[in-house]
């Protein structure tokens, strides 16, 4: 009676052992964030470029209504290597999750053999000496099987572990998705601000070239000084240079976005040259926004919460090397023998063995393997920390460019338009002979000044918005079923 209830106990008592799991480390850990943000905005509202949308931040790109930006994008992310490295990390994190997995399930293994001969070890014997063996064909088929029963939760740690890290890596491809649209954007709108430098710098060219025209022809009449017609060609060979360096900029920047996007540069040429130089950027809308709302929209932040995770399964891993390890095997078999007329066949199966190992002694390795994970779980907290703090700065940095840029834009606009009139009005001066060439050379230089300050202005603005628009995620959200996991110290919207 005592022998028919041993496979019972034998299948039982590994299920009852089960329940002793090792404690981890915490999962989630609080990261601190300011209630509100200090950028000195009007009470209660933030300048974000997508007006609070998510979907909208997603299309941001599109909203300049700028097709050539798009189709740029879209050639650099198909382009990059860091997107292609971290979508090929994806897979490697999918297969280790896979195997992770694998290991908390019994494992079956299938076996086939055949052999023919007449050696004795073959187990028969004819009953005399000295007549031979006939030969015999052996078949053997069977299945075995063996599971390690996780006890203390090793195995589902990790597993738990390579599924935060799958998790992790695709975040992350979202995260350098980003990247490369907010790396090609400001590209992009570089070579555009080149290109209105350049029109500013063509304007003043020409303009100093037909003032020293004009005085050379003066000078030759004897009307002006030698003195004042070399100044004005000092005037325009500064200018002439200044445009050449210009021009050179800008190839420079079409160079950039050609080794971004991957598209040949006598294909992009035309489409550059085609394209408006004025990019119009969305209106700034008031938003209501708090830091944590923020950081639910960073798939860098989510990256670093998840390594958390990992490495807190990982150390419970660690742990639980550290007890027992109870394993059950079995195997079934059918094994045939023919020969000599003779045909035998055998099912075999066993329960068992089933075996408890004990770690008793191994000079500290499976101690010195905790602590060494419990130091990457301490790592990667602060890691996330640092992460969360950095992102909070990276929003408020960009709206204080945003919102000094957007501020400074009508004094900018103002300065050109009187420096405009104050030039026009100098140059009519100066044909009728009421102001000197001093005077023309001074009102031109500080329109050209005010011009390109302009220019620079539009340029940081737009490089403002970019910003922002990396430091809020890029439209990216966190899966549905994962939204749980936001920052512990968030408070609610």
């Known amino acids: 009676m005592r022998n028919s209830r041993l496979p019972a106990l034998l299948l039982v008592a590994p299920l009852l052992l089960a329940a002793c799991a090792v404690s981890r480390p915490p999962e989630q850990v609080a990261a601190p964030t300011p209630a509100q943000w200090q950028t000195p905005l009007p009470v209660g509202t933030a300048a974000l470029p997508h007006g609070g949308s998510m979907p909208l931040l997603a299309e941001w790109w599109r909203q300049l209504d700028d097709p050539l930006l798009v189709e740029l994008i879209v050639a650099a992310e198909a382009a990059s290597p860091t997107v292609a490295s971290a979508q090929a990390r994806i897979g490697e994190a999918r297969a280790s999750r896979v195997a992770a997995g694998a290991a908390l399930v019994p494992n079956l293994n299938g076996s086939l053999s055949a052999s023919r001969g007449n050696s004795p070890t073959s187990g028969f014997s004819t009953g005399s000496t000295g007549t031979d063996i006939p030969p015999l064909t052996t078949q053997q088929a069977g299945l075995q099987s063996s599971w390690e029963i996780d006890l ?141 709302e923020a950081l639910a929209q960073r798939p860098d932040v989510y990256a670093a919460e998840l390594d958390v995770a990992a490495a807190s399964a990982e150390a419970g891993a660690a742990l639980a090397q550290r007890f027992p390890r109870l394993t059950l095997q079995g195997s079934i078999a059918v094994l045939k023998v023919r020969g000599g007329g003779f045909s035998e066949s055998l099912n075999t199966w066993t329960l068992g063995p089933l075996a408890l190992n004990v770690p008793i002694f191994d000079g500290g390795t499976l101690a010195a393997n905790y602590d060494a994970a419990k130091g990457r779980y301490d790592e990667s907290v602060s890691l996330y920390r640092a992460n969360v703090r950095r992102a909070v700065s990276e929003v408020e940095q960009a709206l204080i460019n945003l919102q000094s840029t957007n501020d400074r834009a009508a004094d900018a606009d103002t300065a050109v ?28 230089r500080t329109l050209f000044v005010s011009q390109t300050a302009r220019v620079a202005l539009q340029r940081e603005r737009a490089e403002a918005w970019v910003s922002l628009y990396r430091a809020m995620g890029g439209g990216w959200t966190r899966p549905e079923s994962l939204a749980s996991t936001a920052p512990a110290s968030a408070p609610s919207p």
């Open 152 to 292: 203390f939760g090793g195995l589902r740690g990790s597993r738990d572990a390579s599924q935060s890290r799958y998790a992790g890596a695709d975040a992350r491809w979202h995260d350098a998705r980003v990247s490369v649209a907010a790396e090609t954007a400001n590209a992009y709108l570089a070579e555009r601000a080149c290109r209105r430098q350049l029109v500013v710098s063509t304007s003043d060219a020409r303009s100093r070239a037909e003032s020293a025209r004009l005085t050379e022809l003066s000078a030759q009449a004897g009307f002006t000084a030698p003195a004042d017609a070399a100044l004005a060609r000092a005037s325009a060979a500064e200018a002439a240079g200044r445009l050449t360096q210009q021009r050179a900029l800008c190839s420079v920047q079409q160079q950039a976005l050609v080794a971004l996007t991957g598209i040949e540069g006598a294909v992009l040429a035309p489409k550059l040259a085609a394209a408006p130089i004025d990019v119009t950027l969305p209106a700034v809308q008031a938003v209501y926004s708090v830091p944590a």
């Open 417 to 444: 338009q009187n420096y405009q009139t104050s030039f026009d009005a100098t140059q009519a001066r100066f044909n009728t002979g009421l102001a000197s060439l001093f005077d023309l050379e001074d009102a031109r």
